[in-house]
């Protein structure tokens, strides 16, 4: 009897886990089936997310086209207009200087009539320096009704005087 008690465990303990292999082999044949779909399923993901990166690349690299673009179109955009700012300031250095003559010529129309009318008139001839515009004046010459000309020469030191307001009597 001890011999068949041994012989039913023997049975039993090596039965045993031929029924518990066989009762996993399902699950675990459902286990590696849903792996296998995860793994797929990952494959397909990290594939899907490689092609978005890449599209996010190319997106980037299309944005910062477009920006190099606009920059470049703002950059001669203000090329232009340093040179159109620079024109309308000589247009306004020329208007003024027109404007200048134009008041110098009055005046000297009017100093004209003055003398003619007035026969025991002094007339003052001073000469003045146009401090907006920076030059240097190396001789003045004038004549007065044919009479032998006046014939000024100014250095540097006077030049400088006469840029920063000076006048100088001529007659």
């Known amino acids: 009897m001890k011999r068949m008690a041994l012989a039913a465990l023997a049975v039993i303990a090596f039965g045993l886990p031929a029924r518990v292999v066989a009762q996993d082999s399902p699950q675990q ?14 494959e397909e993901s990290q594939k899907d997310l490689a092609d978005i990166k890449g599209q996010r690349v190319q997106l980037q690299a ?3 086209s477009v920006i190099a673009n606009m920059m470049q179109q703002r950059a001669q955009a203000l090329l232009m207009s340093s040179e159109q700012n620079a024109l309308q300031q000589l247009d306004a250095i020329l208007t003024s200087s027109q404007d200048n003559l134009l008041a110098q010529r009055d005046r000297f129309l009017a100093l ?8 025991g008139s002094v ?20 004549s007065v009704n044919a009479s032998a000309p006046i014939v000024r020469t100014y250095s540097a030191d006077a030049n400088n005087a006469l840029q920063i307001g000076a006048v100088d009597e001529l007659y």
């Open 112 to 119: 004209g009539d003055a003398v003619r009318r007035r026969t």
């Open 62 to 64: 299309r944005i910062e």
């Open 29 to 42: 044949q459902a286990y590696k089936s849903k792996r296998a779909q995860l793994l797929k399923e990952l």
């Open 123 to 142: 007339i003052v001839v001073l000469l003045r320096a146009d401090s907006t515009a920076p030059q240097t004046l190396q001789t003045a010459t004038l």
